[in-house]
Structures are given as structure tokens and as C-alpha cells.
């Protein structure tokens, strides 16, 4: 079989095997992109979640509740522990707030921080 040099270095007409090994790589490179753009989302999320909370609840020390509830969300991965903190932290504020708001909140912040990202990359 004929290789042709590509400008790049890799040679043109491989073997299947050297195909199947650049798409899994290939691959692999998206997952991580993909991987990371979503922590990078929700992040900015927990950020904003954060703010949005200490606002109702009265709380000043911005940076000092957003360290909290990123330290719930370490307790155990996912949107379950993040939700259940600031719940909870509005509810013994006595703050009248649904959890089905809070969901909702969580969505919407969730849409306005791959927004945000998008604009920013």
C-alpha cells in the first residue's frame, strides 16, 4: 500500500488500526473539552446560586458562604447537596421559598452560566 505524506507528518491511507487509534483519541479530546466546559458551567452556577442566596438570607460574607457551598457540593458530587445547602440556608433564614423555586433557580442559573461562558471563549 502507497502512504502519501500529509503537511502535518502523518501519512495518508493508514491502516485501519491507526484510523481507529486517531478517532478514539480524537474522541477522548472531546470528552474532555466537554467534561470540562460542564464544570466550568456549573461552577459559575454556584457561583451565581450562591450570591443570589446570600441576598435573601442577608448575609454580607459573599465569598465566605460561596467557600460553603462549594464545600457541600465536595461532601458528594452533583446539583443534590448544592440544592439541599442553599435550601436549607434559606429555610432557617425563614426565607418563604419553595423547592421547587430554588430548582428552577438552579436551571435558570445553570442556562445564564453556559451563556456566559459561550460569550467569554
Same mark, same amino acid.
Given at each position: ?11 495518508a ?16 479530546? /472531546? ?9 466550568h458551567? *456549573?461552577?459559575?452556577? !454556584?457561583?451565581?446560586? %450562591?450570591?443570589? $442566596?446570600a ?9 465566605v458562604?460561596?467557600?460553603e457551598?462549594?464545600?457541600? /457540593? ?5 446539583d443534590?447537596n448544592?440544592?439541599r *445547602?442553599?435550601?436549607s !440556608?434559606?429555610?432557617? %433564614?425563614?426565607? $418563604?421559598?419553595?423547592a ?9 442559573l ?12
Amino acid at each position: 500500500m502507497r502512504r502519501i505524506q500529509t503537511t502535518d507528518g502523518h501519512s495518508a491511507g493508514g491502516s485501519m488500526m491507526g484510523i481507529i487509534d486517531e478517532r478514539e483519541e480524537a474522541l477522548e479530546k /472531546e470528552y474532555i473539552v466537554k467534561l470540562e466546559r460542564s464544570f466550568h458551567i *456549573k461552577a459559575r452556577r !454556584d457561583r451565581l446560586l %450562591a450570591r443570589w $442566596a446570600a441576598e435573601l438570607i442577608g448575609r454580607t460574607d459573599f465569598d465566605v458562604y460561596f467557600d460553603e457551598v462549594i464545600s457541600a /457540593e465536595l461532601l458528594e458530587s452533583g446539583d443534590e447537596n448544592v440544592f439541599r *445547602k442553599i435550601l436549607s !440556608d434559606l429555610q432557617y %433564614a425563614d426565607v $418563604a421559598i419553595s423547592a421547587q423555586t430554588v430548582r428552577e433557580k438552579m436551571k435558570q442559573l445553570l442556562l445564564e452560566a453556559a451563556r456566559s461562558l459561550d460569550e467569554a471563549g
